[in-house]
């Protein structure tokens, strides 16, 4: 029929850690439909994170939790004006944005950033996976590119706290 929503599909947990979030997240760094390359990625950077002495899976889950945003603004045209109307976020689209905000902060960080937090120089310091872990392991500190991301966000709605009476 036409007009309805997509029914929501059920995602296989990941194979390693069991867990519908790591299998969403992989699914996300995925390019091109090559699914084990972006999987080998995740679980490389999951074995650097492991390496430091921390538990991957509560890294991970807790970078995640922090760097989900509670609020947002979302465009809303009135009489001709568009307003940033703030809106709350519901939690599908929380985790959404935080893998999103995640996934866009490794891949933009460059290496001269990356050679000051890693003692350690060896070939894969330049891979993805390396970023990725750095990166996982800053969120959960509530540091990085993406919480300063959701900070943003959620100045933006602060910002515009005027209009929440435009929401609909």
């Given at each position: ?26 699914n996300?760094v ?10 080998a990625?995740?679980y490389?950077?999951m ?5 430091k002495?921390?538990n ?14 509670k ?5 809303r ?20 944005l935080?893998?999103r905000?995640i996934?866009?902060?490794?891949r933009?960080?460059?290496?001269e ?11 894969d310091?330049y ?6 872990a750095?990166e996982?392991m800053?969120?959960a ?22 209009f929440a009476?435009?929401?609909?």
């Open positions: 029929m036409r007009g309805q929503r997509a029914p929501k599909r059920n995602l296989l947990p990941d194979p390693i850690y069991n867990s519908r979030l790591l299998s969403r997240f992989i996300k995925m390019f091109d439909g090559k699914k084990s390359i972006a999987q990625q995740v490389k950077a074995e650097e994170i492991e390496k002495g921390k991957p899976l509560s890294v991970f889950e807790a970078a995640i939790a922090n760097v989900a945003p609020m947002e603004v979302r465009p045209r009135v009489g001709g004006a568009s307003y940033q109307v703030p809106t709350e976020v519901r939690g599908d689209r929380k985790e959404a935080a893998i905000w996934i866009t902060a490794a933009g960080k460059s290496n950033s990356l050679r000051a937090s890693s003692a350690a120089q060896n070939k310091f891979k993805f996976s390396h970023k990725l750095v996982l800053a969120a500190e509530n540091t990085g590119s993406a919480i300063k991301k959701k900070e943003d966000t959620l100045r933006m709605a602060e910002a515009n706290k005027a009476h435009f929401r609909w």
